[in-house]
């Protein structure tokens, strides 16, 4: 991939940011806001809790589930204390005209949990399919004649190996002296080699440009729900610059 990705100082206050797309340019997407922040993003982007019809409110990580349901594009961190605080459940009373709500305990992490694995079993199927390579010396090889499209780095790899992955990767995208790089994974190299039915999986690298746009929305997702800086994203807009906050977009459907 060759769009750079942003970064955000360690220890600063990251808020999630939604992607800016406009109808034209994914129809099947459309744009909603979030209930909490109020700012608005890519349908595919934000995450959908849905209303089962006992009041339960439960994470629908796909936005599969019938029925009625409500957006959300904040972190981890900011919709437990939105749970906390009966913040969150004061809106979607309001937003659901009903006082019948009851939240699922600890819902930031059962949605931490579904993104994670969203984000592991897609990057199973793309290796299936033919789509990634492992090994270093493959990596590297692919990534000098420029292959490679994504690359990605267990949470346990080494320094030392990351760092001779990433530079094989600059060179093949003539990006030398950018300091661009793979995402370091929040997972080790036990849940990637689960993930990909291999052994001793420390790098990964995709070469293909469709699965490597569709691993890194799900890696997306998931890093941004987390909180992390280095999340990649497609735009690093945020949708409220297009779309002002009296702009009628659902954030109930």
Known sequence: MRSSWPRVPIGSKRRTRLQRTTPNENR???IRKC????????RATLIRLALGPDGTVAPDVFAKAPGRGAWI????EELAKAQDKGKLAGLLRRAFKTEKIALI???AGRIERGLEKAFLDRLGLEARAGHLILGAEKIDAASRSGQVRLLLHASDASTDGSGKRDQAWRVGEDAEGTG???VKLPVDRDALSAALGR???VHVALIDQKAADRVTHHLGRWLNF????NAPLDSASNASEKWGPDTDIPAID
């Not at 209930?35 to 890519?42: K, M, P, R, V």
């Open 105 to 107: 305990d600890d819902l």
């Open 199 to 201: 052994q001793n999986a």
């Open 180 to 182: 661009k790089g793979g």
């Open 226 to 229: 987390k909180g992390c800086s």
């Open 35 to 42: 209930i909490l922040s109020g700012e608005h993003g890519d």
């Open 73 to 76: 594009g904040v972190n981890h």
């Open 28 to 30: 099947h997407s459309p």
